[in-house]
């Protein structure tokens, strides 16, 4: 039987079963909702991985994405590194996935530290980039990165410090399974992640950043489209154990709105969907295990939603 025949035949059995015009319509075609143009290319924030001992950083989101027509690809960068130091990273597996691909450009999704490590690929290679999708990225630095540099550079503290977080890192690495002893740069993580060291960064790298305090950025540069969405909710679901982590460093922002580990308008780039989801900022990847909130969106559904986004952009 033909593909034309299997399909006249399941119109038949839905038209027979009295389904309407419209709900036919969405039967068919809800295998394609997150079919893009171009593929989807996941990247990990600070202390992130691909998978780490059997739970996956990206909790259930490619397997959805790519339910609905999706090609997904999950990138590992350094866990700790400067932001053009990961961005090289990622671009060296950006040019891997184009040439695997066949396509001759992917649409970038970054979480966390993964926001300015997107944002540089799109900057150096527009050629190689559709969009550009940010997710909990403190784009003007985070206040939890201020609240560390106040520790005394060259001091004990901070050589105790970024030696324990070092050693975190290359632990996740390992464990994760991942292909490459990437270097461990606890202190190039605090310089780009802080205030100072994010704007140093947007002055090499403005696409796509708000000219105002808190509003958007442009939508469109150098054929790169920009998007950015995060949550605002530190503590969102008492059986999360990680809630105890992001509602400690809420503290660090003396007030102001954010996710555990990012401001609201620090999280701002391009068209902003939404920056206030009941979402901390380990929710934005659907963590720990999707215990987030049962009073928002399912950061799954979100991501979805992006992607379709995306493919009504022709990207």
């Not at 997150?34 to 202390?47: A, D, E, R, S």
Request: glycine residues 10%; contains cysteine; hydrophobic residues 40%.
């Amino acid at each position: 039987m033909s593909n034309k025949t299997r399909l006249s035949v399941a119109c038949g059995l839905v038209a027979a079963l009295g389904v309407s015009t419209q709900a036919q319509a969405f039967w068919f075609s809800s295998s394609q909702y997150t079919q893009t143009k171009y593929p989807i290319v996941l990247t990990h924030g600070m202390l992130g991985f691909d998978s780490l001992l059997g739970i996956d950083y990206w909790y259930g989101i490619p397997a959805a994405l790519r339910k609905d027509g999706a090609t997904v690809y999950i990138t590992e960068v350094s866990q700790l590194d400067t932001s053009e130091a990961r961005g090289e990273q990622l671009l060296e597996q950006v040019e891997e996935i184009v040439a695997i691909s066949g396509k001759q450009k992917v649409n970038l999704i970054g979480h966390s530290h993964g926001g300015p490590t997107v944002r540089y690929v799109a900057s150096v290679r527009p050629d190689l980039v559709a969009s550009v999708t940010s997710v909990g990225a403190p784009h003007k630095g985070s206040a939890t990165a201020d609240f560390l540099r106040q520790i005394p550079e060259g001091s004990a503290g901070e050589t105790v410090l970024a030696g324990l977080v070092n050693a975190m890192g290359a632990f996740i690495n390992l464990v994760s399974g991942s292909s490459s002893m990437t270097p461990q740069n606890a202190l190039g993580s605090l310089e780009s992640l802080n205030s100072a060291g994010a704007a140093v960064f947007n002055a090499r790298f403005p696409q796509g950043l708000p000219t105002s305090a808190c509003g958007e950025g442009a939508y469109k540069i150098n054929g790169v489209r920009y998007y950015s969405w995060s949550g605002t909710s530190p503590l969102t679901n008492a059986l999360d154990v990680s809630d105890l982590l992001t509602g400690a460093a809420s503290l660090t922002f003396n007030g102001e709105a954010n996710d555990g580990l990012v401001g609201r308008c620090s999280s701002h780039l391009g068209m902003v969907i939404r920056d206030n989801y009941r979402m901390n900022h380990l929710d934005e990847v659907n963590q720990f295990l999707g215990l987030t909130s049962l009073f928002e969106t399912d950061p799954v559904t979100v991501y979805r939603q992006q992607a379709n986004r995306l493919k009504n952009a022709g990207l």
